[in-house]
C-alpha cells in the first residue's frame, strides 16, 4: 500500500518562504507522478497546484507559477514543494497525491493527510 506524509507547514509571515515535503513510502517514488493540492477554510480543494512528472520534469498552474516550485529527490522518495512570497490567500491544509498523467492532465490516486499552513503576522 502506498502512503504519503507530508511536513514541513506551520504558521509564516507574508511574504516569506516555505518548503513542504512528501514522502513516500509502500512503492518506489519514480513509479509516480507527484502532484501537490490545496483546500482554503470553507472553500473546495483547489486543481492540482504543481505536479512533478515520473520523469521528474515540473509543471505548475499558471496561478501559481513564478512563485511555487515543485521538485523530488527519488533516492529519498519526497517531493517538495518550495512556496515564495506568501500571501495569506495561501492559508490552506497542503495535500500531496501520487499518480499517473501528464503534467497538470493528472489523475491522482494515493493520497496524504495534509500539512496546514497559515500565513498571518
Known amino acids: 500500500q502506498v502512503q504519503l506524509v507530508e511536513s514541513g507547514g506551520g504558521l509564516v509571515q507574508p511574504g516569506g518562504p516555505l518548503r513542504l515535503s512528501c514522502t513516500v513510502s509502500g512503492r518506489i517514488l519514480h513509479y509516480y507522478n507527484l502532484g501537490w493540492f490545496r483546500q482554503a477554510p470553507g472553500k473546495e480543494r483547489e486543481g492540482v497546484l504543481c505536479?512533478?512528472?515520473?520523469?521528474?520534469?515540473?509543471a505548475c498552474a499558471d496561478s501559481v507559477k513564478g512563485r511555487f516550485t515543485i521538485s523530488r529527490d527519488n533516492a529519498k522518495n519526497t517531493s517538495y514543494l518550495q512556496i515564495n512570497s506568501l500571501k495569506p490567500e495561501d492559508t490552506a491544509v497542503y495535500y500531496c497525491a501520487a499518480g499517473w498523467g501528464v503534467d497538470l492532465a493528472y489523475t491522482p490516486v494515493y493520497w496524504g493527510q495534509g500539512t496546514q499552513v497559515t500565513v498571518s503576522s
Open positions: 505536479v512533478s512528472n515520473s520523469d521528474g520534469t515540473p
